[in-house]
């Protein structure tokens, strides 16, 4: 959100007063106290062909982050409810992230090395047994959207609430 005004205190006065109103907004719609915060009020001065400051816009970020999905889709919609109320408050494209990935982690590099053995074992043939590994390597892990043509790419999809995550694994394994 951004006010214009003649002067700083014109323009954080009608600042203070819209974060007021966009929080009442929030927490109407669901957001807890918590998941709200407001980021540091920046200021630029609007100056004439002169030089001389004419007016000053300040502008502040709201960030609502929450881990209740179900919960969020109302306040999606506060939006839409400030403008007709000629509230400057325009939202940005939500942004879900996984925040599991540490705990995934072991899970899925161990299901990656099984799929590699296998792998291998089948480029080898029945005529040739796999032996120990010689050496396992994690490489990249992809958190990506399902169908996404980035699959795979490194890229971490936060556009979308489903999410498919991979790991490449590299293994060199001795054969016996």
């Known amino acids: 959100m951004a006010s214009t005004q003649s002067t700083t205190s014109a323009a954080l006065t009608q ?15 669901g957001a807890l106290s918590d998941e709200i915060s407001f980021g540091t009020i920046n200021v630029q001065p609007n100056e004439l062909a002169t030089g001389a400051v004419a007016s000053f816009t300040m502008n ?33 494209q939500p942004q879900y992230t996984f925040n599991g990935l540490k705990k995934l982690r072991p899970a899925l590099t161990s299901e990656a090395a099984a799929n590699a053995r296998q792998r291998a074992q089948a480029a080898l043939g029945k005529h040739v047994q796999l032996g120990k590994p010689i ?31 991979s790991v490449v694994v590299y293994a060199t394994y001795a054969t016996g």
């Open 15 to 29: 600042l203070n007063g819209w974060t007021a109103q966009i929080r009442r907004a929030l927490l109407a719609a």
């Open 60 to 92: 502040q970020t709201v960030t609502v982050q929450s881990s209740r999905l179900p919960a969020m889709q109302r306040v999606l919609g506060v939006s839409n409810l400030l403008l007709a109320e000629n509230i400057p408050f325009i939202a940005d």
């Open 135 to 165: 050496s396992i390597t994690v490489g990249q892990v992809s958190v990506d959207a399902p169908g996404s043509v980035n699959y795979g790419s490194g890229d971490f999809n936060t556009s979308s609430i489903p999410k498919v995550v």
